[in-house]
Structures are given as C-alpha cells and as structure tokens.
C-alpha cells in the first residue's frame, strides 16, 4: 500500500514535470526556435525538439532510432506536434 502511494506520487511528479516544460516554459518550441536562429534547418530543430522532449542528447537519439524505432517515430511525432515559432494570446 506504501508503496503505491510512493509510486503514485512520483508518476504525478513526473506529470508536473512535463507539464511545466511543455506548456509553461515551452521548453521543445524554444528548442525548435533556437535551432533555427542559428541557421538550422526544419531537421534540425525538429532534433532539438525531440532532444528538449526525451532529455536524450543526439547520439542516445541515433541509438534510440537504431534500437527501437518504433519509439523513436512516436517521439519525431510528438516533437513535430510542436510550433517553430511563439504565438502572442
């Protein structure tokens, strides 16, 4: 039983967590626009956004699209989800 509310707890750490870099700080949009601020191209940012998303830097991304593709075309989708630019609301 302590256990599960320990486990509970994390999961909803980690949910906060992506949360707030998601949608508060923009974390993946900011990863895309600064990709191409310094002259990268539409890849490129997409790669910085998937870096920004799953923490994992470009080799552990070559090795993740190698090893389990089929997680590395979910996380393309998702980072493609995001905008290249921000949007004044």
């Known amino acids: ?13 980690v949910a906060q967590a992506i949360f707030k870099s998601w949608f508060v700080d923009f974390e993946p949009v900011k990863a895309k626009i600064a990709a191409l601020e310094t002259g990268g191209s539409k890849e ?22 190698a090893e389990q593709p089929e997680q590395y075309t979910e996380l393309r989708a998702t980072a493609e989800l995001f905008p290249a630019a921000m949007q004044d609301s």
């Open 44 to 65: 490129d940012a997409l790669l910085a956004a998937m870096q920004a998303i799953s923490g994992k830097d470009e080799a552990e991304l070559t090795r993740l699209q």
């Open 1 to 13: 039983m302590a256990i599960n509310h320990q486990i509970n707890q994390t999961l909803e750490q």
